[in-house]
């Protein structure tokens, strides 16, 4: 949502019209034409600053090789991220909907808090806190922070963005640790809703993250020979995009904003290889004050209960692309086969229908009612390669049992298909059973896998403990087989 005056913070959520338009992917100097999703959100000119941004209260850490700085004034979101010995920062600060920061969606749509209600041009996000602040320029307020010189912990109460001055009924928290030239950050919401309505996954951004004009080029790996030092492409919007966002797979997850000598910030983020940026102003020019801003986020889609813990972790790397590069394929490479407990937490995976049978905290992992079918359980979007993952093992239980299908995403063809799944059967008694799906003898499992999804048998109900490509015992995905 970029405006020609102060608010240029843009969302991606459910929401605001996901709509498919042109993105141009620069490879080897060469333009092709790809479709992918952006988010049709206006560019209208929002209303008019309020209030000035507060004063500055940082607290840096730096080990020798990267400094990182948060701002206090502003929930403590990141503000700061530098060389070592260096005043080059790249993050941009213009408004209180910039910086690096957690942002967290949910319904209702629009969210109207007492007689307060939201402002009408960002009215269509319906609930979402953010770390920094508000649209009309009120900064959330930190409750505690810690500075070890090695580490840095904040915890905040965020403010509502659509409105002028409403806080979340929420606190954030997050830590941050140094490790050569990337920062490990993890960050939680902690719901306290009195409004206890589960209303739909929404897109979370995990994080928002916000550069200066200089860093203009989106470069990232999008095709279907990962970590195997292929060329980058650079993401560059198309001529028909109405919005400033493009949305892409990126099969290394990872992406980052750079300069003309290829420097800048990277994004790694493990959870998910869904990715949505851009760049939005004159390219090349402006400090953190200044409008022009590059803009990259991960995103899941994900429920928030009234009560929820949902944390996310991620790094930033900052370098060139071939160190930010380099250091992922170190750190990364590893983590991209799927494994999915639930018996914590949902692990990015959503349902339909919305009625979730245990609640949270999770009491035997993923509960969903059934029906007479129709039910899903869909996965966060991956990447990894269908050679590796020949098969999938889970424990399910369902009451009134039959057949359930999984289905698969594939980087050319990313929907769900009955040309793309396989059948298995399930008991109906209601006991926790281990199943085993051979997916690799299908004619359509090939390429580069980007999602699953599940469709129970109908009856009462359905659970999933967890599910992963190899073998699991009592203990969970990877822990030893039980004795024949």
Known sequence: MMGKRACRRAHVVASICPIMQSVVVRKRGVLALVLAWVICAPLAECAPKKKELPSEKMSFIDNGTLKVGVNLALGGAITWVSKSGSKENVVNSHDLGRQIQMSYYSGPNPYIAGDKKPVAHWASLGWNPIQSGDYGMNPSKVLDHRNDKKSIYVKCIPMQW??????????????????????????????????????????????????????????????????????????????????????????????????????????????????????????????????????????????????IEHEFGYALILGTLREIRDWVYENGKASALPVYDFRKDRQGWYYKPEVDFGGWPLKEGLWVKTGEGGASLTGPRGAWRANDVPRLRARVASKGGGQATVFWGTLEKPGFGAERSVRFSVNGDGAFQDVGVVLSGHAEYKGIITGLRIDPPAGEWFKMLWLAHRPFGEGGPGGAEPAP
């Open 162 to 307: 659509p409105h002028d001055g409403v806080p979340g009924e929420c606190a954030f928290e997050s830590w941050i640790r140094l490790e050569g030239p990337a920062a490990h950050v993890r960050s939680r919401i902690n719901n306290a809703r009195s409004d206890k309505t589960l209303y739909s996954a929404r897109h979370q951004e995990m994080p928002a993250v916000y550069v200066n004009g200089p860093y203009c080029r989106l470069m990232t790996y999008t095709n279907a020979e990962p970590f195997m030092g292929r060329p980058l492409a650079e993401i560059v919007k198309g001529p028909d995009v109405k919005g400033p966002w493009a949305s892409w797979t990126t099969t290394e997850f990872w992406a980052a904003q750079v300069n003309k000598r290829d420097w800048g910030l990277g994004v790694w983020q493990p959870a998910t290889s869904h990715f949505i940026g851009g760049f939005a102003g004159r390219p090349g020019e402006g400090g953190p004050k200044d409008g022009p801003t590059g803009y990259i986020a991960p995103v899941r889609s994900e429920f928030l209960d009234h009560n």
